[in-house]
């Protein structure tokens, strides 16, 4: 079995500092610790303080000795020692790939030098990384690094009559016209809950884009049923969502418009890839950074106008207006 071995925490080195300063010999302060003799030896050898004007003072105390070892751990990082290898991390950063991707990438390309993805984290999340906003880069975009403990786990329950497991084929094979795909932009947490629904019809990929105040399940609902209902039916079939908490409140829309409500299933937002790939196009006019109070009903029709004026490839070179208005039209010279 591997030898591990754990740091002295800085508690660890304060009962250190109290014992040591009150003369107890140092066997029994590692016996106290669980540590070997040898490990508080050199922990008070390596740490210890020396105050060159006032002699006195020098000796052992815990937090110096604390950030002498965050020193010392910090400068023995491979992407504080191996330079060049630390800007190919921060050049693919920047340029959006993610560390696992970074990592994956080194590995593949027989580097001489690779790094785990973790340690790509670990570097991102210290001083270092801070000092040129690397957490910018990453995938969740947080200035802290939330805790795997501390990691909000998923209260709330979906019927798995509504799994897109369940949907229609037609649906999944984009025959059918009038079925969306629904998903929240959120921005910086300092600028508040405010927050954008994005819609997008799977056939057309026609875009509707609607902002919210909060992001409370009902309210998501209500500004949908009000950004859809001037549509006709169908025009207006079915939704498909992913787990979020804000799509909780489904039977308050099916009630409201007379859709059907599928749900991706759990961390599969690949599921509902049109919205995916919308999301990203809609980021170049909503970066995180954008002020969402600051946005105004004509602003994000403004977004809508462009996104859904732009020619697509998967169009044909149509644009996402004139196929959904085609589609629309079409639907409506097949009614009785």
Same mark, same amino acid.
């Given at each position: 079995?591997?030898?591990?071995?754990?740091?002295? %925490?800085?508690?660890?080195?304060?009962?250190?500092?109290?014992?040591?300063?009150?003369?107890?010999?140092?066997?029994?302060?590692?016996?106290?610790?669980?540590?070997?003799?040898?490990?508080?030896?050199?922990?008070?050898?390596?740490?210890?303080?020396?105050?060159?004007?006032?002699?006195?003072? %020098?000796?052992?105390?815990?937090?110096?000795?604390?950030?002498?070892?965050?020193?010392?751990?910090?400068?023995?990082?491979?992407?504080?020692?191996?330079?060049?290898?630390?800007?190919?991390?921060?050049?693919?950063?920047?340029?959006?790939?993610?560390?696992?991707?970074?990592?994956?990438?080194?590995?593949?390309?027989?580097?001489?030098?690779?790094? %785990?993805?973790?340690?790509?984290?670990?570097?991102?999340?210290?001083?270092?990384?801070?000092?040129?906003?690397?957490?910018?880069?990453?995938?969740?975009?947080?200035?802290?690094?939330?805790?795997?403990?501390?990691?909000?786990?998923?209260?709330?329950?979906?019927?798995?009559?509504?799994?897109?497991? !369940?949907?229609?084929?037609?649906?999944?094979?984009?025959?059918?016209?009038?079925?969306?795909?629904?998903?929240? !932009?959120?921005?910086?947490?300092?600028?508040?809950?405010?927050?954008?629904?994005?819609?997008?019809?799977?056939?057309?990929?026609?875009?509707?884009?609607?902002?919210?105040?909060?992001?409370? %399940?009902?309210?998501?609902?209500?500004?949908?049923?009000?950004?859809?209902?001037?549509?006709?039916?169908?025009?207006?079939?079915?939704?498909?969502?992913?787990?979020?908490?804000?799509?909780?409140?489904?039977?308050?829309?099916?009630?409201?418009?007379?859709?059907?409500?599928?749900?991706?299933?759990?961390?599969?937002?690949?599921?509902?890839?049109?919205?995916? !790939?919308?999301?990203?196009?809609?980021?170049?006019?909503?970066?995180?950074?954008?002020?969402?109070?600051?946005?105004?009903?004509?602003?994000?029709?403004?977004?809508?106008?462009?996104? !859904?004026?732009?020619?697509?490839?998967?169009?044909?070179?149509?644009?996402?207006?004139?196929?959904?208005?085609?589609?629309?039209?079409?639907?409506?010279?097949?009614?009785?």
């Amino acid at each position: 079995m591997p030898r591990s071995y754990a740091y002295l %925490s800085l508690e660890d080195r304060r009962k250190i500092d109290r014992w040591h300063d009150a003369r107890m010999p140092v066997l029994e302060i590692a016996e106290r610790l669980g540590r070997h003799r040898a490990t508080i030896h050199r922990k008070l050898k390596r740490n210890r303080f020396v105050d060159a004007e006032l002699q006195h003072l %020098s000796g052992y105390c815990a937090l110096n000795a604390q950030s002498k070892a965050e020193a010392r751990r910090a400068g023995r990082r491979k992407l504080i020692r191996h330079r060049d290898l630390r800007d190919v991390v921060v050049d693919r950063l920047k340029t959006g790939w993610m560390p696992e991707q970074i990592a994956g990438r080194l590995r593949l390309d027989g580097s001489d030098l690779q790094v %785990s993805h973790e340690t790509i984290y670990q570097f991102a999340y210290s001083k270092d990384g801070h000092a040129i906003d690397l957490w910018r880069h990453l995938p969740e975009y947080r200035r802290r690094r939330r805790g795997r403990g501390r990691r909000r786990t998923q209260a709330h329950k979906f019927s798995d009559q509504l799994s897109i497991k !369940n949907r229609p084929e037609a649906v999944g094979a984009r025959e059918e016209f009038g079925s969306w795909e629904g998903d929240l !932009n959120e921005f910086r947490k300092e600028f508040g809950p405010a927050n954008v629904t994005s819609l997008v019809e799977r056939v057309s990929r026609f875009t509707v884009l609607l902002k919210n105040g909060v992001p409370k %399940s009902k309210p998501v609902m209500e500004g949908i049923i009000s950004g859809l209902s001037p549509l006709p039916f169908h025009a207006r079939r079915s939704i498909t969502f992913d787990r979020g908490f804000e799509f909780t409140a489904s039977p308050h829309l099916q009630a409201g418009l007379g859709v059907a409500v599928w749900f991706c299933d759990p961390q599969a937002p690949w599921q509902k890839g049109t919205n995916e !790939n919308t999301h990203g196009r809609a980021r170049r006019y909503l970066p995180r950074d954008t002020e969402p109070t600051a946005l105004t009903n004509r602003s994000l029709a403004a977004i809508c106008q462009r996104l !859904n004026t732009t020619p697509r490839k998967c169009l044909g070179y149509r644009t996402r207006a004139e196929v959904f208005r085609e589609r629309v039209l079409a639907e409506a010279a097949t009614l009785p």
